[in-house]
């Protein structure tokens, strides 16, 4: 192998392994903790300090083209208040075109639209989910990895008499971060091990629950029911496309994708999930051969053209998302950090390891030849890295920026300390990596 191709493909496993994400998300820690406060003139003593990069975040893009200033979501808020009415009543939860909404809103779409084809294609004939008995241990896991983090979280906003200030951020420790999740469990468990595949396939559900949950539990602003008649136009075009046979993805993108995200932003639905709804209807195979199979790699259907096309772009995606979202001071670690960890690193394990007994002693279902309770207790801490997803809900429940958003935030980035407690875990409880040559190592088998 050449010195090109091994520096090609250490770049390839930097950015297949989420490395522009931890690099954003790092860049931003040290940019808003090292950036000195700017001089600005508020009547609000409490207001957050405004340094460089709270003004690259809030940076209004058009201002490039166009001398009109849009005032940014603080200031849009405070405006409303002194006109006695509600910030998002006021603005109709709309943002200008600032750094922050062009990441967060337009290019994380693609993000959770390639985490929908995951979801997916996981139901259709020999995904995880197609089979309803046999994923039946891993789904009830799932809810415990699920109901765990918000009973703990709820439980403490009680207990630390928070719950008005916090209690909307129940949904951030339920988040499980798959690529980080994975890289970890493969380290601890070996690419073989049934285990891998049960993770694979708790964290693909979880997916499906958080897209729900930030759908319904967060809107930006009370939903506009009307402009889901173009929702339901955008998929019914989708639909006609392909009984077309309409076989380019740019032409389901650059059509009923942007009639669906502008619905949804309309709706006030959080327009990240705009393009999860025509997923379904892009071209796709009738089976699936797992998530990170090399096999599916040499597909070039519509649905894994879009995802081959938009994987690498992502993973920039990410990195940028990491970089608006991730700038907290350390000064921000209070009840909210707490009450995030708390969830992802109690909750998790604790859920998911409940309900696997649940479902073997009560339901008499089965675990996965080859796992024993050893292997869900360090399972349920892996899962319990939140990272990506859990950092968009705390955003998405804590819409104004400040001490609140940002307690929470770092609880979000702290939860990396999941990965650690598992390795240790796995060593208190003698848990080896057991490679097994029989399986593929790329391939997801059934969680039987």
């Known amino acids: 192998m050449t010195g ?28 808003a903790n090292l950036a000195s406060p700017i001089p600005v003139e508020s009547g609000d003593p409490l207001a957050p300090l405004e340094t ?45 075109l600032t750094i922050h909404f062009v990441i967060n809103d337009i290019l994380m779409a693609l993000f959770f639209a390639i985490a929908a084809k995951e979801v997916w294609e996981s139901l259709l004939p020999g995904g995880a989910l197609s089979n309803p008995r046999k994923a039946a241990t891993p ?3 799932t809810v415990g990895g699920i109901a765990g983090p918000a009973l703990v979280y709820i439980a403490g906003c009680y207990f630390t008499g928070t719950q008005d200030i916090f209690g909307k951020g129940w949904a951030v420790p339920c988040a499980t971060d798959i690529a980080f999740s994975y890289l970890i469990a493969r380290m601890i468990f070996g690419v073989g091990h049934p285990a891998i595949a049960f993770l694979l396939l708790l964290a693909i559900a979880d997916d499906a629950a958080g897209l729900m949950i930030l759908a319904v539990a967060y809107p930006q602003a009370p939903l506009q029911f009307q402009w889901f008649l173009l929702t339901g136009g955008a ?14 993805h740019w032409v389901y993108l650059l059509g009923p994708g942007l009639m669906c995200w502008y619905s949804f932003y309309q709706a006030n639905i959080h327009a990240a999930l705009g393009l999860v709804p025509i997923i379904p209807f892009l071209p796709h195979a009738h089976t699936d ?12 259907d519509t649905l894994n053209e879009f995802e081959h096309f938009w994987k690498t772009p992502v993973e920039f995606f990410l990195g940028l ?54 292997h869900v207790v360090t399972l349920g801490m892996v899962a319990g890295i939140g990272f990506t997803v859990a950092l968009f809900v705390s955003v998405a429940a804590f819409t104004d920026p400040g001490p609140v958003q940002d307690s929470v935030k770092m609880g979000a980035l702290l939860s990396f300390a999941a990965a650690p407690l598992a390795i240790l875990i796995a060593k208190m409880l003698r848990v080896r990596p057991e490679p097994r040559p029989s399986i593929d190592p790329e391939a997801v088998p059934d969680a039987s």
């Open 139 to 141: 789904l009830l896991a």
């Open 52 to 96: 460089s990069y709270t003004r690259f975040v809030e940076f209004d893009l058009t201002s490039l083209w166009s001398d009109h200033e849009v005032a940014t979501d603080s200031e849009a808020t405070e405006a409303a208040d002194e006109a006695g009415q509600d910030g998002k009543e006021n603005h109709g939860g709309h943002h200008g």
């Open 321 to 374: 998302f990491g970089l608006a979202n991730a700038g907290v001071v350390m000064s921000s670690l209070g009840t909210g950090t707490w009450l995030v960890l708390a969830g992802l690193l109690l909750g998790k394990p604790l859920g998911i390891t409940a309900m696997t007994l649940f479902a073997e002693k009560i339901l008499k279902l089965q675990k996965p030849a080859g796992m024993d309770y050893r």
């Open 289 to 300: 051969l797992g998530m990170f199979a090399k096999a599916e790699q040499n597909r070039d």
């Open 4 to 31: 090109h191709e091994e520096k090609s493909g250490l770049v390839r496993t930097l950015i297949d392994n989420s490395f522009l994400l931890i690099a954003g998300a790092v860049t931003a820690l040290l940019w």
């Open 235 to 248: 998929m019914a075009l989708a639909f006609f496309l392909r009984k077309g046979n309409v076989q380019s």
